[in-house]
């Protein structure tokens, strides 16, 4: 990497600059393919890469297998898409499957496996006599996590179009498989991605279960009990006031925010975590959450963990940096054999890659009608996160759905129903694009996580369950869909 002076100032993805903090922790660039596959050519057998995208680790040894060179743009796509789909192992197996109750053998998961061929096309199934389900579904939800714009899927080696990619089941495979076609590729761009971690203070968390008799209040009002005593003695000792706090009642459904349907329940969590500058402000909240034990609330019945354990906070800042500023150097054997660069084309390539894809519009003479549905009953969610970004993908369960689903799941519903979660005075904050391919949207939540990671005090920092929760999404004024498919 270069030295620090060089990058005293970085340039984001929206084209603003911005100083590195001083407190830098770490900086690495997201590498592509094209390291890998120079190794396996020089006759590595094993590659030990620095930080690369997940993708490349598959896109890689694909390249060097079938001679696909650098600007074979729709084959790298393929391969990249190949590498995004078993990039988290089991998940698209059945893992974290919408109908999760449909897959069987969670003890014994079965892998990916993807059997690809020189023209891109490749066929995702799993080891036989393996638990897990391999079909439409779960591998569409794979498809959709963690992206954003699925026209322009930005990588190191490949701006990727999934927009267009198709699933199709393969009959009679024990397990299921499908075969994959469709990803378009284009020139990518000339920056690496940089993922940079910087100090800023410390944390705590504790969670404490309460029993009993209306639960939710007495857990809240043990957390507020918690923090007001707390700051009363910052102010005592001259410390400054806590940078935030966040405490939610888990079984309240604090994290529904408006949305939520608990009566009360006779357990509960409370979730309670603070920020502060100071490591010594912190020790002294960890040390008064045990008292809660016998001054406060009857039924508290411990604090999971034992006493809370302060850490640094480590948060994220992700940026942009040239390819051609960067050399990375290949090894093989102990010895250094080359240095090569990932820069990307010349600008004229740079145009041919597709423009954003953001809301279309839905069709315009769609029937209405007296029904309504949950969004589970009709489609498949998925949600993961990307800094302090979440996105939810949503998969029609069936083709002639998807026309009802752009009509009547709109960014604006999908931002009212999580502007609990989004940071405060931010409009236009949720994003819808189309994949008509898979039948599918995926909308991107910006500045819904409180920051993201590590970043984050909540008790879901990186989104995990804002799909889930987005399956009680009640749709009205629909006519009889099912009997469309009956």
Not at 258 to 266: D, L, M, V
Request: charged share 20%; with cysteine; glycine share 10%.
């Amino acid at each position: 990497m270069p030295q620090r002076s060089v990058l005293s100032e970085v340039k984001m993805d929206d084209g603003s600059s911005r100083p590195l903090p001083a407190s830098l922790h770490s900086m690495n660039a997201y590498l592509g393919a094209e390291p890998i596959r120079r190794c396996l050519d020089l006759g590595a057998d094993i590659v030990v890469t620095g930080r690369c995208v997940d993708s490349a680790v598959a896109l890689g040894p694909l390249m060097h297998s079938f001679g696909w060179k650098r600007n074979d743009y729709d084959l790298l796509a393929a391969g990249s898409l190949a590498g995004h789909l078993i990039e988290c192992g089991a998940q698209s197996t059945g893992g974290i499957f919408t109908d999760w109750h449909k897959v069987p053998d969670w003890d014994n998961m079965g892998f990916p496996v993807v059997e690809c061929s020189s023209d891109g096309s490749f066929v995702l199934s799993k080891p036989p006599k393996t638990g897990g389900l391999v079909s439409f579904g779960t591998v569409a939800e794979q498809l959709v996590y963690e992206i954003g714009d699925p026209r322009r899927y930005l990588l190191p080696d490949v701006i990727c179009d999934f927009s267009r990619v198709v699933i199709q089941e393969v009959p009679g495979v024990e397990g299921g498989a499908v075969r994959v076609t469709g990803a378009k590729g284009f020139a990518p761009s000339h920056d690496y991605k940089v993922c940079a971690t910087y100090m800023d203070g410390f944390r705590a968390t504790a969670v404490c279960p309460v029993g009993g008799p209306r639960a939710s209040d007495k857990a809240r009002r043990t957390a507020d009990s918690i923090i007001k005593r707390t700051r009363r003695m910052f102010k005592q000792l001259g410390l400054d006031d806590f940078n935030s706090v966040n405490v939610q009642v888990l079984g309240a459904e604090d994290t529904y925010g408006a949305n939520a349907r608990s009566k009360g329940s006779r357990e509960a969590v409370i979730w309670m975590a603070v920020h502060h500058k100071q490591k010594k402000a912190l020790e002294l909240f960890a040390r008064e959450v045990a008292p809660a034990g016998t001054g406060m609330a009857p039924g508290l019945t411990g604090i999971v963990g034992g006493r809370p354990r302060v850490s640094p906070v480590l948060k994220p800042l992700f940026f942009l940096q040239p390819k051609s500023q960067l050399k990375v150097d290949v090894h093989v054997g102990g010895e250094l054999v080359e240095s090569l660069s990932e820069a990307g084309p010349d600008s004229s390539e740079q145009d041919k890659a597709p423009p954003t894809s953001d809301e279309e519009a839905p069709d315009a003479d769609l029937p209405s009608g007296p029904h309504s549905y949950r969004l589970e009953e009709l489609a498949y969610t998925r949600s993961g996160d990307k800094g302090d970004s979440a996105n939810i993908g949503v998969i029609a369960r069936h083709p002639l759905y998807f026309p009802y689903l752009k009509k009547h799941l709109t960014s604006a519903m999908v931002e009212e129903y999580f502007s609990h979660l989004i940071a405060p005075g931010l409009r236009n904050a949720v994003i819808r694009y189309s994949l008509p391919g898979i039948h599918g949207l995926n909308f991107v939540l910006q500045s819904s996580l409180g920051g993201g990671g590590v970043a984050s005090l909540r008790s879901d920092p990186q989104g995990k369950a804002y799909g889930q929760m987005l399956l009680d999404l009640k749709l009205t004024g629909l006519p009889d869909l099912k009997s469309l498919v009956d």
